[in-house]
């Protein structure tokens, strides 16, 4: 029975690794990242990569279904934490917008690295985001059905309003004029103009 001492260890040592293919991945895109530089940045030899990993492409298909886990886990818990349609999507896009611009190294790889996973990965990724956009939609819908909500596709909705957050990983970057929270909180009102809510929500 391996030594608990042993499997900590372990795990501390594929935590770091995820974190240097997250650093290497950002800096020179997945395609242009090699093992060597993932265990360079780790402080490891190439060879104790494959010790843990068995492949760069499993790193980024870890690292891109925590994030989506992440992401989905964060989007029901602000549509859970109201029952009233408008603030539940006040809550979920400026959550959504937060988490993205915090994280938008790590979102950066999540969000535009996933057609360099393999078709059995991309499809267990791709069944996580049509959860959270299936999240989305039913709010959209849940609020048009109450009178809340004017807009003929919840569908189209939905994707435009994830639209609004996904995309802050691609500029956003520390140090820019907005603070997370200040770009949140004007997503959040242009997210209830997408969806025509009324002027009194």
Do not use: C
């Not at 959209?140 to 003929?152: E, L």
């Not at 820019?176 to 025509?196: C, F, H, K, N, S």
């Amino acid at each position: 029975m391996a030594d608990v001492t042993d499997v900590s260890r372990a795990d501390a040592t594929r935590a770091r690794l995820l974190q240097a293919a997250v650093s290497a991945f950002a800096d020179k895109g997945f395609h242009g990242t090699t093992t060597r530089d993932i265990a360079a940045a780790a402080g490891m030899s190439p060879a104790a990569l494959y010790v843990h990993h068995r492949s760069k492409e499993e790193l980024l298909y870890l690292i891109s279904k925590a994030g989506h886990e992440r992401t989905l886990e964060l989007v029901k818990a602000a549509i859970a934490s109201t029952d009233d349609p408008s603030d539940a999507l006040r809550k979920v896009v400026y959550d959504f917008a937060v988490h993205h611009a915090r994280g938008h190294t790590g979102a950066r790889i999540v969000n535009y690295e996933l057609a360099a996973l393999s078709p059995e990965h991309l499809a267990e990724i791709q069944g996580i985001r049509h959860q959270i956009e299936d999240q989305i939609r039913r709010l959209v819908a849940r609020g048009v059905k109450a009178g809340q909500f004017d807009t003929a596709d919840p569908r189209i909705t939905a994707a435009a309003l994830l639209s609004l957050g996904i995309d802050l990983s691609r500029w956003y970057r520390d140090g820019v004029r907005w603070t997370p929270e200040q770009i949140a909180d004007q997503y959040a009102a242009m997210a209830l103009r997408i969806v025509g809510a009324r002027p009194d929500k």
